[in-house]
């Protein structure tokens, strides 16, 4: 397995793994909408995106959007779509994807990465605990939907 970070010229492999993202998360399918999003972002540098494949079989990514923390006053990453394949799942591919995001953010000069996930998906949160993320228990999220 190789994790690279994802360019123009791997949009077609993305697509198909966002668009099975997306529907994971009970949103409707939409390839043609999935790969403009993504092609948007690639083109536009909006977003830092990691691929795992084997061989050319791609297995998951990781979606990274930039921020900033004004009280550390240093830029921070928010870790914002993992997504890997049920048959990949086990395999290491996660952690392999957060590590390439954490040594990203880490090379760039960033104070931290961020991620949210579902009160009820314990998997998820046994994965990132397992790669040392650590839950903030001192904050509360709130969000305003437009």
């Known amino acids: 397995m190789k994790v690279i970070q994802a360019g123009l010229e791997d949009l077609e492999a993305l ?70 394949t049920p048959k990949a799942r086990g395999h290491g591919v996660g952690e392999a994807l957060l590590e390439a995001a954490v040594a990203f953010a880490r090379m760039g000069g960033a104070a931290g990465l961020q991620l949210e996930t579902a009160h009820s998906n314990r998997a998820a949160q046994q994965l990132y605990e397992r790669c040392g993320w650590q839950a903030d228990l001192e904050y509360r999220t709130y969000t305003y939907r437009l």
Do not use: C
């Open 15 to 84: 697509t198909g793994l966002f668009d099975d993202y997306r529907q994971f998360y009970h949103q409707p399918g939409n390839w043609a909408g999935a790969r403009q999003f993504l092609q948007e972002r690639l083109e536009r540098n909006e977003s830092a995106i990691f691929l795992a494949r084997k061989e050319l079989q791609p297995l998951g990514f990781t979606q990274l959007y930039p921020s900033f923390s004004s009280t550390r006053m240093a830029r921070w990453w928010i870790l914002n779509d993992l997504y890997v």
